[in-house]
């Protein structure tokens, strides 16, 4: 017993001095982003108020999608889902489109994210019942529907595109790429980043009953937990963080499989910590993301600003497939 607590406490101690050292690796991401200018340095109020608005913006995107990767992968049991990859990102993209042209152009921002939402549980529910084999989530099954879903959602996207203005259509083509949306205002920034903040407190409380619901069903069962009830507030959960993340960012690729998988790597699978590893590390993945892409503006006298989805797609493209192949290696997949 002596010997269990006291490995405990070093598990703890390390995954503190992890979470920490994240932590701090934001921070200083942050103020980077904060002096980076045409010159480098603090800047006055007006143009700091912007790049407030633009890192803020970049944050809670980057705590968005992470801990709705670490969730579906959690509740899919697959280390290879995340928002983007299994078509919950472009669900979600879909809704707002769809939005813009309806309910959104009459209830706003509030319009678009209950569309966003729905579709994105819309595009969950459907994947989480044709990936089903006998019961259980068939990996292969997932990523395939996964790859069918965002091929359809993007298809209807592009319908919706060619009935809306030419210029509403070239500025969501960009925010498509995964590019930082500067047009929402500081309440309604401040309103979305507040839902992430509370979903994510909430998803982190979980942790302890979602490292329960990743054991076979007949063990969690018997230690108590209602994996039906389980299930669906972790579809509630990653459907709205997606929601929120899309409207930030658009359908921004990857930062939902990297994040989590790389914080797993060193903190393990527990999902307290790995909730929170999580989150740090999705922020300062699209805060560098963000940082990169106005070095690159400077570096190259680019006329506008390069989505940050761009980045991601071609860092977290090849780690996706290193990740697929080992998977196909372990058998994981067949």
């Known amino acids: 017993m002596m010997h269990a607590d ?49 890192l803020l913006t970049a944050v809670s995107a980057g705590v968005a999608l992470a801990v709705a990767g670490a969730l579906l992968q959690a509740l899919l049991r697959n280390p290879l889902a995340s928002p983007y990859i299994i078509g919950v990102s472009s669900g979600a993209a879909l809704g707002v489109v769809i939005a813009i042209t309806g309910a959104g152009a009459v209830l706003g921002w509030g319009g ?105 069903d007949s063990e969690a069962q018997a230690l108590g937990l209602h994996l039906g009830r389980m299930r669906l507030m972790l579809f509630a959960l990653a459907g709205l963080l997606t929601a929120v993340a899309v409207q930030l960012v658009g359908p921004l690729g990857f930062v939902g499989l990297i994040g989590p998988h790389a914080v797993r790597l060193i903190l393990g699978p527990r999902h307290t910590p790995l909730l929170i590893g999580s989150a740090l590390a999705g922020a300062a993945l699209v805060v560098a993301g963000d940082l990169a892409v106005k070095l690159i503006y400077h570096l190259t006298q680019q006329r506008a600003l390069l989505p940050v989805g761009v980045l991601m797609a071609i860092i977290g493209g090849p780690i996706f497939l290193v990740m697929l192949r080992r998977q196909l290696g372990r058998g994981a997949l067949s």
């Open 6 to 54: 006291a490995a405990r406490r070093r598990f703890e101690r390390r995954d503190g001095v992890v979470l920490l050292a994240l932590a701090l690796g934001l921070a200083l991401l942050c103020v980077a982003r904060l002096m980076m200018g045409s010159t480098f340095g603090w800047p006055d109020s007006t143009v700091l108020d912007f790049r407030a608005h633009r």
């Open 112 to 216: 678009r994210s209950a569309c966003a939402f729905l579709t994105a549980m819309l595009t969950l529910s459907v994947l989480y019942l044709l990936s089903q084999r006998r019961g259980w989530i068939d990996p292969l099954g997932l990523l395939l529907v996964g790859v069918i879903l965002n091929a359809i959602n993007g298809a209807i996207i592009m319908l919706v595109q060619t009935l809306i203005p030419a210029n509403l259509g070239k500025s969501l083509l960009l925010w498509m790429f995964g590019a930082l949306n500067e047009n929402l205002s500081w309440p309604w920034l401040w309103i979305l980043a507040s839902v992430i903040l509370v979903v994510s407190m909430v998803a982190v409380m979980m942790g302890r009953s979602i490292d329960l619901a990743t054991f076979p």
